[in-house]
């Protein structure tokens, strides 16, 4: 990939992710489905990569794989030097629900990471403290998930996934189920959090928009079994606002990633004009 | 307030049927008793200090009984809830056990376990076991996998994932077992008395029933029986209202 303007004033933080060829077989009573097959992906050290498609081409497993809850059968996953461990701190991971424990409040939620490591409880009461202050929800911290908004929720969860400060943040459609309004607001937020701590971002998501806002890089996947297509790069200065059709790089990336959608993607993705059949 | 009330009002209702049914039936004490009849030979039982002597006798059975048998249950209904090759090895035992009826084994623990409280917390502790472990099981696994994934992300150990979320996952249901399991722990520690016990509600029962023919004895003994299952099953509640609070 070719060196950008951003990426040139920005130091390398965060450990890179390289997947070689990847497979993933999940076995089902009934056979076999093939989610991924020769995944290749370079996403280097603090960079930004968004990963796009519909639904079921594997975008999820992907990310499981990476953040070492899936073993592929074939191919090898790398972050930073080694093999993707689960939960040995390298990579953060935020789900598409925000998979909140419901008897917890959001502060002990945000704090369960450091519980787990075995952080004493003062300091991370103060930790998780701080981290909902940077997501804005010290207001909150004595709720619980329920009685939270979906966004509540999400930025949560958001924090929960960086109080450990990760080196790679891996972030499943985090914001799929927020109305389109409060999804530009947390685009631009996470890009802000992203300037300000730079790490390796991997963003899975459906939306053509954020993936420019966001990316350094969009990997373009095909329907299961999943693979990145081609990697398109976005070499546009930051910070981006959420509107950037009328920038005509932007217009262009937009164009190339629609259009390498709509191949491989059937035939929902094409205009109605022709036949399906 | 009001529960306290309905409870009151339903208990004077249960007891003018009962006397309606003594007055319209007219049948003599040794078949059915009349309330006032029940309850002055209540208060001479209590007069005297045997009923307190036999319901002592009970309450520890009960709690003991109850205690061994609950915490037996919950662990044995983790490790079932946790590994399927357990649950296949140990169910069919358990299930097994649970279908013999605890009235034909208590004679043979009462022989085994020299005939003494020993025993009789025994047979107390097998009755409760098996709806508490069969709960605690089902509560085990009703735990959200995408939490517990969630979990692994961030590196818990198989033992935090029990102790952060699959205990408090399962503990609704968990409290439906100890529930059942308390009212059982009564009945245990009659059957066992029965099996061989020198006093007790049960040895009570028989004294009454069998060899003096007093029938409000036995009434009094039944009707202090089931105040111990209310007492009992009240208090699992009042735990179960205070941990599950939100």
């Not at chain 1, 958001?158 to 914001?175: G, H, K, M, Q, S």
């Not at chain 2, 952060?164 to 066992?192: D, H, Q």
Request: aromatic share 6%.
């Amino acid at each position: 990939m070719e060196r950008t303007e951003t990426q040139e004033i920005r130091p390398a933080v965060g450990l890179g992710v390289r997947a070689d060829q990847v497979g993933v077989r999940f076995v089902t009573p009934r056979g076999g489905l093939e989610a991924l097959r020769d995944l290749s992906l370079d996403a280097p050290a603090g960079s930004f990569t968004v990963l796009i498609g519909p639904n079921g081409c594997g975008k999820s497993t992907f990310l499981r794989v990476v953040a070492g809850l899936l073993r592929p059968q074939v191919g090898a996953v790398a972050v930073g030097e080694a093999a993707p461990v689960a939960g040995d701190g390298r990579v953060g991971l935020a789900f598409q629900q925000p998979r909140l424990v419901p008897w917890r409040s959001t502060l002990e939620n945000v704090a369960l990471p450091l519980e787990l490591a075995g952080v004493a409880a003062d300091d991370r009461q103060e930790r998780a403290f701080a981290a909902l202050q940077r997501v804005g929800l010290a207001a909150a911290a004595r709720l619980r998930p329920a009685e939270l908004s979906g966004g509540m929720q999400q930025r949560a969860a958001l924090a929960r996934a960086l109080i450990t400060n990760p080196p790679v943040l891996l972030l499943d459609e985090p914001f799929s189920a927020l109305d389109a309004l409060t999804r530009e607001t947390f685009d631009a937020e996470l890009q802000r959090i992203w300037l300000d701590h730079p790490r390796t971002m991997l963003l899975v998501t459906h939306s053509v928009g954020e993936a420019i806002q966001l990316a350094d890089q969009i990997a373009v996947m095909s329907p299961a079994p999943g693979r990145v297509v081609r990697t398109v790069p976005v070499e546009l200065p930051r910070p981006r606002p959420a509107e950037l059709m009328g920038n005509p790089r932007a217009a262009e990336v937009a164009a190339e990633v629609r259009s390498l959608l709509a191949a491989v993607h059937p035939p929902e993705l094409r205009p109605w004009g022709e036949d399906v059949a | 307030m009001r529960r306290i009330a309905a409870a009151l009002l339903s208990l004077a209702a249960f007891v003018a049927i009962w006397e309606a049914a003594t007055v319209i039936g007219g049948y003599p004490d040794y078949i059915l008793p009349a309330p006032e009849v029940v309850a002055a030979r209540g208060a001479r039982a209590i007069a005297s200090g045997t009923l307190w002597q036999h319901t002592a006798a009970t309450l520890l059975e009960v709690v003991l009984g109850f205690s061994v048998g609950a915490v037996a249950a919950m662990g044995a209904g983790i490790a079932l809830g946790k590994s399927l090759l357990i649950e296949r090895v140990l169910s069919p035992y358990i299930v097994a056990a649970q279908a013999v009826p605890i009235l034909a084994l208590a004679p043979l623990l009462d022989i085994w376990f020299g005939g003494g409280l020993l025993a009789r917390v025994i047979v107390c502790a097998l009755i409760v076991f098996f709806p508490i472990a069969i709960a605690t099981m089902v509560g085990i696994r009703s735990a959200d996998p995408l939490l517990a994934e969630m979990l692994r992300s961030l590196g818990a150990r198989p033992s935090q994932i029990t102790t952060r979320l699959e205990i408090p996952s399962a503990l609704p249901v968990i409290f439906g077992g100890l529930r059942v399991g308390v009212t059982l722990a009564v009945i245990g520690a009659v059957v066992a008395e029965w099996a061989g016990a020198s006093v007790g509600l049960g040895v009570l029962i028989n004294i009454a029933n069998q060899g003096l023919f007093d029938t409000p004895l036995m009434f009094v003994a039944l009707v202090t029986l089931a105040v111990t299952g209310l007492v009992f099953y009240g208090l699992v509640l009042a735990v179960e209202r205070r941990v599950l609070s939100p």
